[in-house]
């Protein structure tokens, strides 16, 4: 059972993905990340003795986490509720959580961090399907804090140079499609997301992205609301910020809920 004010790995990998996510900040040493550069999904590089040079953190509560969940992340968490912060440690640190097979993300595929730390990613405006799914992964999985822009299809590759941006969902870039896949699924692989449900969800994704309602019986509903949502919303970001809740909702029906049906009520007054 954890120590007071920590958390296991098994209760944050339920959080991670959702809406209710702690900030997860990764106060390793050099040494430890230079020996395994991967990181928990989401998690927040820091130093854990500059805590208070740290640029703004997203709302919510903090877990620290180290190597093996001592002074490193213990002191971190202390300092941070000693600020007015709810603050735990990842019991067993790093090691728990990488010898539990959790997710871990490849750092080396992200774009460089702006001076505040966040990746930045670019695509075409006027999203639909793609350009939503990708933004909602990154925000939840990688990169609470990234910055997305939207911007006209011939401008995309031009933007993503002038400010360090990773381009995706456009011909010719390294987060497109390939093949059969849509650039959720490359997202995905290239991340180093094996993950039950999110596999599941590639496939709702795919098959509404690429019009192959026949990949799975829910393509239809997802590409039936993302252009509902397209033809609501004038702003991309007001769009991808009501798609945001849509994905939210798959993952977790995707996570917990696809065994479960809905019928008309049988219990009316005389049924059997």
Not at 83 to 109: K, M, N, S, T
Not at 207 to 216: M, P, S, V, Y
């Amino acid at each position: 059972m954890p120590a007071p004010n920590a958390i296991a790995s098994d209760k944050l990998a339920r959080l991670i993905g959702t809406a209710r996510a702690p900030v997860i900040l990764d106060v390793r040493s050099d040494a430890d990340v230079a020996a395994d550069p991967r990181l928990l999904p989401g998690a927040i590089r820091a130093d854990d003795r500059a805590l208070a040079d740290l640029p703004p953190l997203p709302p919510g509560a903090v877990v620290a986490v180290c190597q093996e969940g001592h002074r490193r992340s213990q002191g971190a968490a202390a300092w941070l509720r000693a600020q007015g912060r709810p603050a735990e440690v990842l019991d067993g640190g790093f090691a728990a959580w990488r010898d539990a097979g959790l997710p871990l993300v490849d750092p080396a595929r992200l774009p460089p961090r702006d001076r505040q730390g966040r990746t930045v990613w670019v695509t075409r405006a006027r999203p639909k399907i793609d350009r939503i799914a990708c933004p909602w992964l990154i925000r939840r999985f990688v990169d609470p804090r990234a910055v997305i822009l939207f911007v006209a299809p011939s401008e995309v590759e031009g933007v993503a140079e002038r400010h360090d941006a990773a381009p995706f969902d456009i011909e010719g870039v390294f987060f497109s499609h390939r093949g059969d896949l849509c650039s959720f699924d490359v997202m995905l692989a290239e991340f180093g997301l094996s993950v039950p449900a999110l596999d599941r969800l590639a496939v709702i994704v795919r098959g509404a992205d690429t019009a192959r309602l026949d990949l799975a019986p829910e393509a239809a509903g997802l590409l039936a609301v993302s252009l509902g949502l397209s033809r609501i919303h004038a702003d991309d970001l007001d769009q991808l910020q009501a798609g945001m809740l849509v994905y939210d909702a798959f993952y977790r029906w995707a996570r917990d809920a696809t065994d479960e049906t809905h019928n008309w009520p049988t219990n009316k007054p005389g049924a059997a």
